[in-house]
């Protein structure tokens, strides 16, 4: 990946230095991310006002061959992917809101006082059961990565993925190939756990606690016998502080931003389109529209929403389709969907042996590096 390689441990030492505790309100984290979108906001306002900044058309045409032709031209060197729920239905994992499907609508013989209690982190700390019985119910085994986790992979592989910004915490991305400095899990991820005592915070691994949630089991710190909790990011938790400090660094070097499988309705994850340059192409791949600009700022030529459909739009192409299928066509137009086909069947093949051999109690194969629900529990921020 282009223009990263010293960027890791500068990054974690940054995580370590702006570490804050467990129990301390995200108010930070909010009054970022406003203040982020309200300077994002101003620029747009005095760009268009002052006519400064680049609207450059920098495809020959707002379609999937017009992206294709971008990517193969050479000129296209720093792909940034914006993945939610929708690229891991497929894999026969629930999202986190549909009304008859999604995880909300089924959690009732829980007892929750309310469907988002279960990823709340007040309620986790004095009722954890729920949420880990949740976490057995949904802990993969038959889960596979999806095409459009492994058209990921062949961007990294192709020497063009800057970085993939998930919101999802199954971590197939993982599973699929992609390495932690390749991906920014703005959600956090089931691949490490922590004990929630703010002068312990023992690490724990996956299989640690994959052993645990299948051995009924509450996971304990082994040091303090607190709670030990998954690193996904619970409502009144924090995002990970290293989406902010990666996204300040990657999107402005972003040359193409492909967006799939997300509402884009959650803050502050949605307001990352609008911080590409203004010349940067966008390509979603999605059910239906969606990010499209505030119609009045439109008009006034305001904003970092996307524009599909009105007589200024220059650089956003919507396809809708599942996310696999706008993959392939997109993979078919680049001359690569037999390899990713090739690539789908090759890992498919690899997980499901690594699985037969290590049985239905394993902790290898594709149980181990993935883990449970592609749900969007969000931060207080993001409400």
Known sequence: MSESSESPKKEEQEEEATAEPENQSDDSSEDEATGEADMDFLRGLFSSALGLGSSEKVLDELSLEGVA?????????NIICMVGAGISTSAGIPDFRSPE???YANLQKYNLPYPEAIFQIDYFKK????FFALARELYPGQFKPTICHYFIKMLKDKGVLRRCYTQNIDTLERVAGLEGDDLIEAHGTFYTSHCVKFLC???YNLDWMKEKIFSDEIPKCEKCSSLVKPDIVFFGENLPTRFFTSMKMDFPRCDLLIVMGTSLQVQPFASLVGRVSKSCPRLLI?????GQADPMLGLLGF?????FDSDK?????????????????LADLLGWKAELEELVKKEHARIDSEDKQEGPGGSKGAAAKGASASAEPKSK???
């Open 69 to 77: 032709r971008y990517i193969n031209s050479g000129k296209c060197k």
């Open 101 to 103: 499907t999604g995880l």
């Open 127 to 130: 009722h954890p059961e729920p």
């Open 201 to 203: 915070k023992k690490e």
């Open 286 to 290: 999605n059910m239906e529209k969606t």
């Open 303 to 307: 904003g970092g929403g996307m524009d």
């Open 313 to 329: 739009a220059y650089r956003d192409v919507a396809q809708i389709s599942t996310c696999d299928d706008g993959c392939l066509a």
């Open 381 to 383: 921020a993001e409400e």
